[in-house]
Structure formats: structure tokens, C-alpha cells
């Protein structure tokens, strides 16, 4: 196990190995220590030497994650989703054994996707909880460490128990208009949120420092806006005086360990190169062809202490090596899920 782990940590760091050697170990290592996912692999037939090719590997829905344990190992966190829109007795739980894992997925990703190059330190004004408030929260794992890694003096969080401190983080804003190189973590809601303030105040637009960048992660968490995730980036442009490539959007989940992440300004997003991605036909789970529209799965290395391949609620459609999110699918689209959930045993 200790072996596998290291391999896939030097993998991710500096491409050391070959992806689909180190795919169908961490395939096998799920089916020898994860009892579920031997289970589901029992039932289709699937034996440990068809996970040579990962792409065998069954994907778990991500509804699973709700009922099911999937634990390779101890876990040393517990990541739970937010549980927003079917009560906190539905939300997933991921079982995470390798939380240095997750940091070293962090700090190979983050700073390419979200840091002009070069850059150190920077002032860092976040709208998403920290772990004091959310301790189960991988979201704010994550914050948490990027705080540690890139914050300068003067950082700011503006977030807790009680829901966002718009008040604060507006007067932070103003205050850094003229300076160093700001960067904004949010959420899409609490940006919504933060627009709105900004622009019910007089003299609402601010234009922060040219380079400064804003994270900008998840959905709107059930609400009903009045709005699209392209018209919430289009405000964030105007009301903080940003350019046109300085808002990055990301995309990641509390089931997956790994982030996809747009390019600074763009639609599309790219996985890592150890999280491959498929487009799955939402009744045969088979891959679809490019441009049409499927369930979108990911294979993630990082995942090793729970489950590899996992199956998302999403949809998208692949455009060359990046996907473009379409949004939740419905319950009839979701047949392949369901059936895969079964299989499993997960109420």
C-alpha cells in the first residue's frame, strides 16, 4: 500500500510512471480492500485481472457514497457534502485515509490554474467557511490550505457559522483597490450573494489591482436564482474591475479527492492528467461520442483510499480533452446510477 501511495504521489508531482500501470494497481487495491466495490465487481463478472485496464473498473455513483462505506484504510478525515438540498441524513460521506494526498493534489494544481506566475504571497479573501467552522468540509480543507500555503498579512475570512459577512469582505475589497494582486475564494452562491451587495451599494463597482484573480467553485446549493453561472462571472468582471481571464472556475466534489479546473476566463474545464474523465450514456453507463451529451465519471488516482472510478450526477460533453458542464441531471436520467446503486446494495 505504502509503495502504491508513493508512486502516485511522484506521479502527480513530477509525471514519474506510467498512468495506466498505476490506474489498474489502485483499481485492484479498491477491489482487495474496499468490500463494497468487491462486491459490485463480483456481480458484473469482474475479476482482478480485468482491472488491468481501468477502464473496466465499475464506477460508483455517487449516490452510493450516501449509504456505503468506502474506506481502504482508517480514515484520518471525514469529508461530508453539504446536504443543502436533501437534509443531513443524505449526505455523502467520503472516508479519507491519505489527507496528504489531497494536499499534494492541491499544491500541484491550485497555483497553475489560479496564480500568475511567480507570484508569492498574496492578500486572499475567502468566502468559503474555514475548517473551524466547517470541520467536515473538503471544500474548506482545501481553503485551509491554501491559506497556509499563498495567504500574505491582511488576509481575510468571510465566512462562518452564521452564513457570509458581506459587510466585511465589501470593505476589504475597497480597501485593496489600490495595491498588490487580490485573490477572491468563493463559491458561485456566495458570489452571488457578494455581487448583489456590491451592487445595491452607491458607487458600487470596485476595480481591484490588474492581476488579481477570483476562485469560483459549485453550484447556486438549491436555490432558485434568477441568473446563469456565465451571467454571475459576467457581473464579477464588471462590479470588480477585473479582466476577462481573471475569474477561474473550478470544479470538484466531496466524493473525488482531485479538481478540474477552466482555463483563467473560460467555460471548458480540464482534468489532471491523473484524473482522466468519460462521458457515459446515462442508461448503458457505455462512453458516448464527442459532443453528445452523458453522465460525466472520473477515474482519480487521489482516490485511492476510497473508490477510483466514480460516477457523478452531472452532465457534460467532452470537447477535445476538456468538458463543458451542463448542469444536474434529472431522476429519469439517472437510470444507470440507480441501477449501479443497486448493485452495490446502497439504500
Not at 56 to 70: E, H, I
Not at 102 to 118: H, K, N
Not at 141 to 169: N, P
Not at 241 to 258: C, H, K, Q
Amino acid at each position: 500500500m505504502t509503495q502504491l501511495l508513493h508512486r502516485i504521489e511522484r506521479f502527480i508531482v513530477g509525471a514519474d510512471g506510467a498512468f495506466d500501470e498505476l490506474a489498474a494497481a489502485a483499481a485492484r487495491f479498491g477491489y482487495e480492500r474496499v468490500e463494497p466495490y468487491r462486491r459490485l465487481c463480483d456481480r458484473r463478472g469482474i475479476t482482478p485481472e480485468a482491472l488491468e485496464d481501468w477502464r473496466l473498473a465499475p464506477a460508483v455513483p455517487t449516490s452510493a457514497f450516501k449509504s456505503l462505506r468506502f474506506a481502504a484504510a482508517e480514515p484520518r478525515e471525514i469529508f461530508r457534502s453539504s446536504g443543502t438540498t436533501r437534509g443531513a441524513e443524505r449526505r455523502s460521506v467520503h472516508y479519507h485515509p491519505y489527507p496528504d494526498l489531497y494536499r499534494t493534489v492541491i499544491d500541484a494544481t491550485f497555483p497553475a490554474a489560479c496564480l500568475s506566475a511567480g507570484s508569492g504571497r498574496l492578500p486572499i479573501l475567502s468566502l468559503i467557511p474555514d475548517r473551524a467552522t466547517a470541520p467536515d468540509s473538503s471544500l474548506s480543507f482545501m481553503a485551509a490550505h491554501l491559506f497556509k500555503r499563498h495567504a500574505a498579512h491582511g488576509s481575510a475570512w468571510a465566512a462562518s457559522e452564521s452564513g457570509f459577512d458581506l459587510d466585511l469582505a465589501c470593505r476589504w475589497l475597497r480597501a485593496r483597490a489600490e495595491g498588490e494582486p487580490v485573490l477572491v475564494l468563493a463559491t458561485a452562491l456566495a458570489l452571488v450573494l457578494l455581487l448583489d451587495r456590491l451592487e445595491g451599494e452607491s458607487g458600487c463597482a470596485i476595480r481591484l489591482p490588474p492581476g488579481s484573480r477570483v476562485f469560483e467553485t459549485g453550484g447556486f446549493k438549491g436555490k432558485r436564482l434568477e441568473t446563469t453561472p456565465e451571467a454571475v462571472r459576467r457581473r464579477a468582471r464588471t462590479l470588480l474591475g477585473l479582466a476577462p481571464d481573471a475569474i477561474v472556475r473550478e470544479y470538484g466534489m466531496t466524493e473525488l479527492t482531485s479538481q478540474a479546473y477552466s482555463r483563467p476566463g473560460g467555460e471548458r474545464l480540464r482534468t489532471p492528467p491523473w484524473m482522466p474523465f468519460g462521458v457515459l450514456d446515462p442508461d448503458s453507463l457505455a462512453e458516448v461520442e464527442e459532443g453528445e451529451t452523458g453522465l460525466l465519471a472520473f477515474f482519480d488516482l487521489a482516490n485511492l483510499g476510497s473508490v477510483c472510478h466514480v460516477l457523478t450526477e452531472d452532465l457534460g460533453v467532452r470537447e477535445g480533452s476538456a468538458f463543458r458542464l451542463l448542469g444536474r441531471a434529472s431522476g429519469a436520467e439517472l437510470r444507470g446510477c440507480s441501477l449501479t446503486a443497486e448493485e452495490l446494495g446502497a439504500a
